[in-house]
Every structure is written in structure tokens, then in C-alpha cells.
């Protein structure tokens, strides 16, 4: 029993040190709680967390494009590359993933709630859907001029590849808009 107990106790704190420690890239998506240290049954007990009242409304969930891994940097070939570095490449994920929430919140509000510029933001969001981007999340160049302070320029579209590359972004073709 001692040794089972030495035993939880060394993998709480290999645990706690792997918390302590997490890299930043993989912080920025975390988004669970860290668990309190526990060390018998009576303190499990106490520290389980209350339930949380349910929402009246249900809140859609947004997807994310997910960060580039290390490991998949290094898999980029140097010729779609470039000189970009891998900060780059995922400031920029962050970036879209601002536009996204954004555009969802607008997309969720009712219409009554709407000032005139974001009914008109809303009524344009609609005109943009397609048959294939129906029921997804999507954003055009238009949304990323709109929410964030990226530039449209060469560096941003090779960016766009590159996550095309690693299946973290999808490319639609419409008559007039490309979807991302």
C-alpha cells in the first residue's frame, strides 16, 4: 500500500511538472482548468468542482484552426517556406481563428439585437454562403481585412498555403470569393 502510495505520488508530481512546463504554442489552445494537488479521498471529495448551471440558450461551439506543430514546420518544404518562421505561422493561425469567433458571434446574435452596420455585416455573411460552405465555418479575405490587422499581401498567402499543406485550411471556389 506504501509503495502504491510513493508510487501516486511521484506520477502527481511528474504530473505537475508537465503542467508547469507546457510549451507556448500548446498553451495558447489549452482551455481546461489545472487540478489541484490531491493526496487522499477525503480531498478528491472537496475538490471536485461544482455543476455549472446550464446555459439557457445553446452557445454554438467555433472550430479552430489548430497551431503548427514543430514537427510539421519541419516538414514544410524550404521552397513553400521561404523565410517565414514558425511564430509567423502561428500568429497568423491565431489571427483567423479572431475572424472566425468574431464572424460566429455576429452569425449568432439575433437580429433584433443588431446595430445597422453589423445587420449589414450579417445580410453579407449570408449572401457569401455557398452550397459547399453551407453549415461550416468559413471566412473570406473581406472578414480578414475586417477583424484583424493582417495585411493581404504575398507573406499572407503563402501562409495560406502552408496550412493548406498541413490540412489546417480548406479552399472553396466560388463565381466571385475565395472561402477559406
Do not use: W
Request: proline share 4%; aromatic share 6%.
Amino acid at each position: 500500500l506504501q509503495d502504491l502510495q510513493k508510487s501516486a505520488e511521484k506520477d502527481l508530481l511528474e504530473a505537475q511538472h508537465l503542467c508547469e512546463n507546457i510549451p507556448q504554442p500548446l498553451k495558447r489552445t489549452q482551455t481546461g482548468t489545472a487540478m489541484p494537488a490531491v493526496k487522499n479521498k477525503e480531498q478528491r471529495k472537496a475538490v471536485n468542482p461544482k455543476q455549472a448551471k446550464k446555459p439557457t440558450k445553446e452557445t454554438r461551439v467555433t472550430k479552430k484552426v489548430g497551431l503548427i506543430t514543430a514537427e510539421e514546420f519541419r516538414g514544410i518544404p524550404k521552397y513553400m517556406r521561404g523565410r517565414i518562421t514558425y511564430e509567423q505561422i502561428n500568429t497568423t493561425v491565431d489571427e483567423i481563428n479572431k475572424a472566425v469567433e468574431r464572424k460566429c458571434k455576429i452569425l449568432q446574435q439575433p437580429l433584433k439585437s443588431m446595430n445597422a452596420a453589423t445587420r449589414n455585416l450579417y445580410h453579407r455573411f449570408k449572401e457569401e454562403e455557398t452550397k459547399g460552405t453551407k453549415g461550416v465555418f468559413f471566412i473570406v479575405e473581406a472578414d480578414i481585412k475586417e477583424f484583424t490587422e493582417l495585411k493581404m499581401d504575398k507573406r499572407f498567402h503563402i501562409i495560406l498555403s502552408i496550412l493548406r499543406h498541413c490540412r489546417r485550411l480548406r479552399e472553396v471556389h466560388s463565381s466571385k470569393l475565395v472561402h477559406y
